[in-house]
Nanobody, 122 residues
């Protein structure tokens, strides 16, 4: 079992930066891949980024490549998403999630946080 709590969301102007954090608890955190998803109003929850349990492999959705960076600190049971050059279309609720393997498929993520709102004003 893994419990996840996101933080770091807020209101930022276009072009600005935010850093989201996800605090995890549970003995199996270090063996799970971690991912970030986002859900805009009226839309499906979509993949943003993922990182393997070792941190050696990462995946990114095309629209965030070069702007977002995912990282993890297994010693602190934390995973982070650094978001730079934010755009209005990045506005969404951001969720972290845990999966047995690094993947873009939402259905493979077993544990989810409650989400944190990110609003980018243009």
């Amino acid at each position: 079992q893994v419990q996840l709590v996101e933080s770091g969301g807020g209101l930022v102007q276009a072009g600005g930066s935010l850093r989201l954090s996800c605090a995890a608890s549970g003995r199996t955190f270090s063996s799970n891949a971690m991912g970030w998803f986002r859900q805009a109003p009226g839309k499906d929850r979509k993949f943003v980024a993922a990182i393997s349990w070792s941190g050696g492999s990462t995946l990114y959705e095309d629209s965030v490549k070069g702007r977002f960076s995912i990282s993890r600190d297994s010693a602190k049971n934390m995973v982070s998403l650094q978001m730079n050059s934010l755009k209005s279309e990045d506005t969404a609720v951001y969720y972290c999630a845990a999966s047995p393997r690094v993947t873009t498929f939402k259905s493979e993520y077993r544990f989810w946080g409650q989400g944190t709102q990110v609003t980018v004003s243009s």
